[in-house]
Each structure stands twice: as structure tokens, then as C-alpha cells.
């Protein structure tokens, strides 16, 4: 007897589809679950036009709500309702808080659809709030709003790591039966890139073929901790001459950034590249990846630059010892210690049998542990047993 399994109907709801990890790792999920098995559509609230193509072209529909504004709940939840009825989903996924808070209303106005609330980072943590400056009064409502909603609507969680797991649960009491840790993944085929691309960026840059390039990726602010690197790159050049530090990413300290490389003395070697599509590129045309972030909820980054083999530096904070084994995949350092940063950086450029062995492990790991296949077969997973009651 053949058994025939019928198709799970999945409504995501998120903020939008701009560059950022989230929303990478929908369209992850989204492009790679079984088309036999899983349907999605996606609802965004605006700004759906970066990932929305890649959402697209997996064969599914992105309907952008046009809301805009703070705390569009109660709005979202209407909008969202509407698409429920017209979709009626089997299970619902929100990405992000705003996402999280109108999802929960719009599924308390209606049918009692399981909803499923993706967690990615520590955000009601004391050092987070300090890290970015928000105030601890007003993170203490979000947190009592979405407690609240939370214990009304009974959502499953999917946290990125065991430490965002591991604070959520402290900080709005969930039950190790409501939540599952699914690492963010990537596709290393979407890293792929034209030949000569990287070589392309170089000259672009007035970088040298022969060059030794650090590369980081990721949003330009405090908690990313990018001032660290142009602060002291000077000193690895004292050591590296040849070398060039390139700053993937936008972001509010984008200016202090740069301005902090002109004041360095060494502005010609840092180049900052904004927001790129062709991160796979990127990648390849650097030697060493750093990653001196202070707070992270996975750092999929540096997953991405384990990919391509490349020998990375990265924080040595919990979240990211969940990725790197220190001196195994990576090196790890303090990262609020400038010396542990620059000897780090010299050592790898000094030492390329010791690139080359990291870059090696670190490509085996990434596809043994942060694949997009095995988070999707994850989230299939985690689907089947929301639907089927166990």
C-alpha cells in the first residue's frame, strides 16, 4: 500500500525580507523543506523586496502587508487574520517580536492554529540591553507583552542556539516540551560565485592579487564590535604590511567607522563595502574571516565563512563556542581584549599551515553540523510533530 502524505500548509509571518539572519534563514527553510510534503506562504509587513526573489523562485508567494510603524500589532493581526482565512494553514511561524506579537493576537481572534515563534537572540538579557543601549525599562514591557501572549496562545519555540534557548526559557518560562533548538544553516550553494568575481572585488578595491585580506561581515554596531578591528588594525600592519581589512555590512556606526579608519592612519587598508549580495564572493577573496562580535544569538556569518574553508578568529562568548572549538576550528579570543585580537590575526598571517588546517576542519564541521539539508530536515521534523499531535 502506497501512503500518501498530505500537504502541510505553512503561513510565515515576519517584519520584512531586508538582509539580516532571520530573514535568511526563512528563506532557507522555505527553499530547501519538502515540496511534497510542506507549502508555505510568506506574509511581510513591508519592505519584502531583498529575499523575496529568492522566496519566488523556490516556487511560493511573499504578500507584503504594508504596515509600517512602532508596534503594528494590533494592525498586523487583522491583516494577518484576513490571510488566514484565505490560506488556512496548518501552523503558523513568526520571525521576530513585532511578527511573534501580532501572530499570537491574529491566532487569538480565530481558529486555534498551532503557531510556532522563532527565538534568535538573547534580547531580555542584562548585557544585551547594555550592549545596545536600550532602556530596561521599556525591554521590560516588551518582555511582559510577550510572556502574556505567550501564555495565551501556547506557541511551540524554535530557538538558533542552546543559549538563546537557555534565556528564553529563564526569561518567559517555557517548557523544555514547547521548545527545540534548530541551528541556523547555510546553503553553501548559495555562497557559490561567478569565476573571477572574487579577483573582480580586489581590483575593484585597489587590492593586490597578492595581498592578505581579513574580511568581517555583519551589521555596523556596537555589539558587532567592528571598532575593535579598525582600532588596532594598525598594529597588524606593523607586522603584515601587505595587509587589507575589509568591512562588510551597513549600519548606524557606519560613519564613526569610518572616520574612526581615517583617523587610524591606515584608512587605505580598511575599505568598507556595505551590503552585498555576493557574500560568497566576498569570502573568497579574503584569507582569514573575523568575527569580534559581543553578543550574538547564532552568527550564521561565521558559519558562512566556515563554509569556504576559511580559517576563522571569532569572540570567545558562549553562543559562538557552540560553533568554533578553539584552536580545533577556530581560534576564539576576549573580545574585549585588543591584545588576544591582533596576536590572533598575526599568528594565522604568519602561519598558513595553521590557516590551512583550521580552514579544513572548519569546511568539515560547517557541513557536518550547520547545513541547510539537516536544518531543513529539522524543521520537517519539528512540523510533523506539531501536526501530528506528539
Known sequence: MVSIVSMKRILHIIPSLNGGGAERQLANVIGNTSKNEFSHFVCAFSDSGFFAPVINAAGYEVCELGIDGKYPWFTGAAKIRSKINDYRPDIITTWLYDANIAGRLARLWGAKIPIVTTLHSTDYEPETIRAAKWSPLKIEGLRQIDR???????????????NVRKSFQKRLNIEDSQIRVIYNAADPESLKSVEGEASRIRRNLGIPPDAFVY????????????????RNFSKVLAVAPQAHLVIVGTG????????????????????????????????EMADVFVFPTL????????VEAMFKGLPCIASNISVLQEILTNNETGLLFDPENETELVTAMIDLFRDPQMRMRLGN????????RFHI???????????????NGK
Not at 361 to 368: G, P
Not at 373 to 384: D, G, I, P, T, V
Request: with cysteine; proline share 1%; aromatic share 8%.
Open 252 to 283: 548606524v556606526m557606519e560613519k564613526e567607522l569610518k572616520e574612526m579608519a581615517k583617523i587610524s592612519g591606515v584608512g587605505n587598508r580598511i575599505h568598507f563595502l556595505g551590503s552585498r549580495k555576493d557574500i560568497g564572493a566576498c569570502l
Open 215 to 230: 574580511l568581517t561581515v555583519g551589521r555596523l554596531d556596537a555589539m558587532k564590535n567592528q571598532a575593535l578591528l579598525v
Open 361 to 368: 576542519q572548519a569546511l568539515k564541521d560547517a557541513n557536518q
Open 295 to 302: 553578543l550574538e544569538g547564532f552568527g550564521i556569518a561565521l
Open 373 to 387: 539539508q539537516k536544518a531543513a530536515s529539522e524543521w520537517e521534523s519539528f512540523y510533523r510533530f506539531i501536526t
Open 148 to 162: 502574556l501572549t505567550a501564555r495565551l496562545t501556547d506557541p511551540y519555540f524554535a530557538a538558533c542556539s542552546h
